[in-house]
């Protein structure tokens, strides 16, 4: 006896079910690539469900299906941002010694905001100046995004001063991070507007004063000495 609609509908195998969640998890993907790469291109105003539709060649109807609203859309964007920030910086972070992880943070932040040609923007550090009134939930979670950033760099800190790569002490820490955050903002406000090499060359000795150590005072003090020399000759 043929089967009614009804139960086509419901007579689903276990790797059917896991089909669709598949197709439907890698869409979503694919959405949400195209939401950071227009968040990271022009800021979250310019970011809803018509826009997002237009750019992604799908309708409203199907994008509705994955964001019920567009604050459902921002935030999973938001989401979606800081794992390619952790993907594209942190793991490389990870991967190397303590003593070189705030080295490799800092080239690594530098070439995630040149993916970005058109604004050089950090959507994370960015949406905390887009969404610092908000009252609907959204600035809730810029809050929960910064202070998990905020974690790592603390981490990264710990580490390198364990190396004895940076000076400080326990109480010290928590000013250094203020301060190195400070330093990371305002060099994500100049690069958007002025993207060179110069600006970045700012940024690093701005990160060496901040966290200068006998032994990296003594480690420039020797590479100086042996240009003299080489100069000498």
């Given at each position: 006896m043929a089967k009614t609609k009804a139960n086509a509908t419901t007579d689903l195998t276990p790797a059917k079910v896991d089909k669709r969640i598949a197709v439907g998890d890698a869409t979503r993907k694919k959405i949400l690539a195209r939401a950071v790469a227009i968040a990271g291109s022009t800021g979250f105003a310019s970011l809803t469900i018509g826009?997002?539709?237009?750019?992604?060649?799908?309708?409203?109807?199907?994008?509705?299906?994955?964001?019920?609203?567009?604050k459902d859309l921002v935030i999973a964007t938001l989401d979606?941002?800081?794992?390619?920030?952790?993907?594209?910086?942190?793991?490389?972070?990870?991967?190397?010694?303590?003593?070189?992880?705030?080295?490799?943070?800092?080239?690594?932040?530098?070439?995630?905001?040149?993916?970005?040609?058109?604004?050089?923007?950090?959507?994370?550090?960015?949406?905390?100046?887009?969404?610092?009134?908000?009252?609907?939930?959204?600035?809730?979670?810029?809050v929960q995004l910064i202070e998990r950033r905020r974690a790592?760099?603390?981490?990264?800190?710990?580490?390198?001063?364990?190396?004895?790569?940076?000076?400080?002490?326990?109480?010290?820490?928590?000013?250094?991070?203020?301060?190195?955050?400070?330093?990371?903002?305002?060099?994500?406000?100049?690069?958007?507007?002025?993207?060179?090499?110069?600006?970045?060359?700012?940024l690093v000795a701005g990160v060496r004063r901040l966290f200068a150590s006998p032994s990296m005072a003594q480690a420039r003090g020797k590479t100086a000495s042996r240009r003299k020399v080489r100069a000498a000759r």
């Open positions: 826009t997002l539709a237009q750019a992604s060649g799908l309708s409203k109807s199907s994008l509705f299906t994955h964001f019920a609203t567009r979606a941002a800081y794992e390619e920030f952790d993907r594209e910086v942190l793991d490389a972070c990870r991967a190397s010694p303590p003593s070189l992880m705030m080295r490799v943070f800092l080239r690594r932040y530098f070439e995630y905001l040149n993916n970005r040609p058109k604004s050089h923007a950090c959507i994370i550090t960015s949406s905390a100046f887009e969404f610092d009134a908000d009252d609907e939930g959204v600035r809730e979670r810029v790592v760099m603390r981490d990264l800190l710990h580490a390198a001063r364990d190396a004895n790569v940076i000076s400080g002490t326990n109480a010290e820490l928590e000013q250094q991070l203020f301060d190195y955050e400070s330093l990371m903002v305002g060099f994500v406000y100049r690069y958007q507007l002025e993207p060179t090499e110069e600006v970045f060359a700012r």
